[in-house]
Every structure is written in C-alpha cells, then in structure tokens.
C-alpha cells in the first residue's frame, strides 16, 4: 500500500489516490502513515472524506497527530477536532505537548472546553478518564417513532446509536433500549413500555480494570457511566475497554518480566529509558543471587567430598524457578479473570502441593534413571530424587503464595512473578540440595 500511494503522489494522481484511499478500510490507514514523511503524511490526510478522517486521527500514533496538527491551518485543526468524540480529544490533549495543547484548546468551544476539563481531572485509571460524554438519552413517556427520529436525527454526533439510556428529568437513569428493540416495536409503543429496567453502571471513580471485567462478564457493546448522584453523566464504549484491556496486559507482562512499565510502544522507547526500566530489577535480583552464591560457598566441603553434586546444581535451581513461574503465571492469570480469589487460597495451595507431588515423582524417576546409566550411583538418584520433590513443592507453594500475598498487600500481582520467585527458589533449592546431600552421603560437615 505504501508504494502504491508514494507512487500516486510521486504522479500527482490525486484524484486516483483519493478514491484508492476511500476504497481502504479505515483500520489499515494508521500503519500507512507510520511510513510516509510529513508532506505525504499531510497530502493524504487532507485527500481523507471528512468522516474518515477522524476515525484514522483518533487512532494515529501520538507523534503522527503532533506532525499533522503542526501542518494544520487553524481552520483544518477546527474541522478535525469537530469530527472526534469527546474522549479522543481528550486522549489528544493528553498525548500533546503543551504549546500543541493550547492551540488545540483555541479551536475548541468554550461549552466543549468546560467538559473536556471535567474529563481530564479524573484520576488516570478511573471509569470517567476513559468515558465519553456523547450518547443518546431518551424519556419514558416517548414513544418509539419520537425516539427513532431523535436517533435519526442526532445519531450522526453519538460514538454509538446502538444502546440509548432513559433518563429522568434529573438525568437519572430509569432504563436502557437497543437500537434492536426499538426496530422491532410497533412506532406508538411507549419507551417505559419495553425498557429494561436492570441498568447495570458504574460510578466515575471506578477502576477501569474492572471496568473491562464487567465488558467481558456481560458482553457489553456500552457501560454507563454515573456519578455520586447516580446522574448519568458519560459511557464506556467496548472500543475503549479493550484499548484499556491491552494495555493492562502489556503492563502485566513487563511487572512480570521485572520491567518498569512504558507507556510508549518497543521502538519509540529510547535505549536510555530502557536500559532505566530494566536496570533497577536487574540490580536488585543480582544482588539477591549473593545469598544463593554464599550459600554454595558454605557447602564447598561437601564438593570436595563429592565433586559430582556440582553438576546437579543447574538443574536443580532450573527445574525449581520453572515450576515457581508456571503456578504463579496461572495464579496471576486466575486473579486477573477473578477465578482465584484471595479466600482461595487454601484450595489453590493444596491443588499446587498435589501437582508438584505428581510433578516431582516424574521427575525424580527420569533423573534417576539417567544417573543409575551414568553414575551407577543409587544414593546419588535418591538425593536427586528427594531435592527434586522438595523444591518442587517449594517452588509451587511460592508461586502461589507470593501473587497472592502482593494482592493482599495492595501491591500488583505482576511483581511476584518470574525472576522473583525465580531468585527465591535459587536460594531454597541450593540449600535444600546440599542439606539432603550431607544426611544421606553422612558426610561430617559443620556449616
């Protein structure tokens, strides 16, 4: 696509390239102007239908939408902001550089300008900082015909047409209709007639992870949103529950790989701020690993002794750290879908214990078959065997235990993953190793 429409442009075939555009789905513009220079980038904006338009700008990487609103006229950044929703334009003021904002603000109106300072001073993570307040209310006492010719007439505006809410005169919420229901009804059905009265909302200040749990619990296209009052005062659309959703999962994934957090995307996060994210874990698990290597070094009797119980080490510590970050990635995943809770944890410990019993025994018999063809060693295959079962049943217990003790603590599962678990069963592993060593071998060692 990209060489197709450098070409048209290269040609100056703008007539052929604006109906090449408007043929594209609108989904697959965004990466088009990842590859073009700034005049292309503003050549094929402008060659957009105004409804396309907005919908590609809303979802243009932060630094595309800085480049194009820098080309801009006045008017042009008028017309564009006019097209967004409420709640891509205040995604826009909060990518944008402050000298950005302000000339965004200029070509805003004053009545927008007052709601879009009611959005913004939401907390960062609440319902209400990702709510948009462009929906279609109706009133009880309307009939379907009214409502279909107020939805005709204002729907053009809405980020969705497809769940309207009936409000009192107060804006409380008495009800909610589909698009659907009022297709199928007779024109002189009463609104309050064939609403559902169930409302299911959430307040202002909610968190929005929960708020995509309650998207996925009950397949919401919608999510009213209420404040204190229980006024009505926006809605969550699925678009941006799912935008919400990846990056809770991103976010996940980087706790869980002892990452800080970026809000920025692998390529345009400098190496300076990488190296920053990464370098304050790295540190703090390295030098953990000295409690692991200070307790080999205590047991260097015991390598004289037995020289071969080095080799076992790797192995030992590898098995121990991967059974920890498989119970702790499905325990993290089992909180975050609210199917482990904390009152579960007896349950989920005695689960893990019998897996890892299981788990072990496997383990222990393909080890000892391997040492008894190398080693011909039986009190070797036993030791392995035994530090097997027990840092195997270890490393389960913690990975476990340790999510679900940080969600307890109020502090992000996440964190209790991999290379922490990891680091803790090293130094447990090690130590459970050596001290079955030295009973069964009855090696004299004082430590």
């Not at 990466?31 to 402008?46: A, H, P």
């Not at 995604?91 to 000298?99: G, H």
């Not at 840092?391 to 990975?399: H, M, R």
């Not at 090690?430 to 001290?435: A, N, Q, R, S, Y």
Request: proline share 2%; hydrophobic share 45%; charged share 25%.
């Amino acid at each position: 696509m990209e060489e197709e429409v450098v070409s048209m442009i290269e040609k100056r075939k703008f007539n052929n390239l604006k109906k090449y555009l408007q043929s594209v789905n609108s989904a697959d513009l965004p990466s088009l102007f990842d590859e073009l220079n700034e005049e292309k980038q503003l050549i094929v904006y402008r060659l957009l239908s105004k409804e396309k338009a907005a919908e590609v700008f809303a979802e243009l990487d932060p630094d595309v939408q800085e480049k194009l609103i820098n080309g801009f006229s006045d008017k042009e950044l008028k017309n564009v902001i006019d097209e967004l929703f409420m709640d891509d334009t205040v995604d826009l003021i909060e990518e944008m550089p402050s000298n950005v904002v302000k000339r965004i603000l200029r070509n805003i109106d004053s009545s927008d300008r007052k709601i879009i300072n009611e959005l913004l001073n939401y907390p960062e993570d609440s319902a209400g900082s990702i709510m948009t307040t462009e929906f279609i209310d109706l009133k009880e006492n309307m009939t379907v015909e009214q409502a279909l010719a107020k939805i005709k007439r204002i729907g053009l505006e809405k980020e969705t047409i497809y769940n309207c809410y009936v409000l009192s005169t107060s804006r409380k919420v008495r009800g909610i209709i589909d698009l659907k229901s009022l297709v199928i009804a007779e024109k002189d059905t009463i609104i309050k007639d064939i609403m559902e009265t169930n409302v299911i909302t959430v307040t202002t200040l909610e968190d929005q992870e929960v708020v995509t749990k309650m998207f996925d619990k009950y397949n919401f296209l919608a999510l009213p949103v209420v404040d204190t009052e229980n006024r009505l005062v926006g809605i969550i659309t699925i678009d941006d529950a799912l935008d919400v959703l990846q990056d809770e999962v991103s976010e996940d994934f980087e706790k869980m790989a002892a990452i800080t957090p970026s809000e920025d995307s692998y390529f345009k996060t400098s190496v300076f701020t990488h190296a920053k994210n990464r370098i304050v874990w790295l540190l703090v698990l390295m030098l953990s690993s000295i409690v692991t290597g200070a307790i080999i070094t205590k047991y260097e009797t015991a390598f004289a002794a037995v020289p071969v119980l080095v080799a076992f080490i790797p192995m030992i510590m590898g098995t121990t750290g991967n059974c920890g970050s498989q119970t702790s990635t499905l325990i993290i995943r089992g909180m975050s879908n609210d199917e482990v809770q904390l009152k579960d944890y007896l349950k989920a410990v005695w689960k893990e214990v019998r897996v890892a019993i299981l788990v072990a025994i496997m383990l222990g018999i393909a080890n000892g078959i391997r040492i008894m063809i190398q080693y011909q060693d039986w009190q070797l295959a036993v030791i392995v065997a035994l530090s097997l079962l027990g840092t195997v049943v270890l490393a389960k217990f913690l990975g476990c235990t340790l999510p679900m003790l940080a969600k307890k603590l109020k502090i992000d599962p996440a964190l209790m993953a991999m290379p922490v678990i990891n680091t803790i069963s090293d130094m447990c592993s090690v130590l459970i190793f050596f001290k079955i060593a030295i009973v069964i071998m009855g090696l004299d060692i004082t430590i």
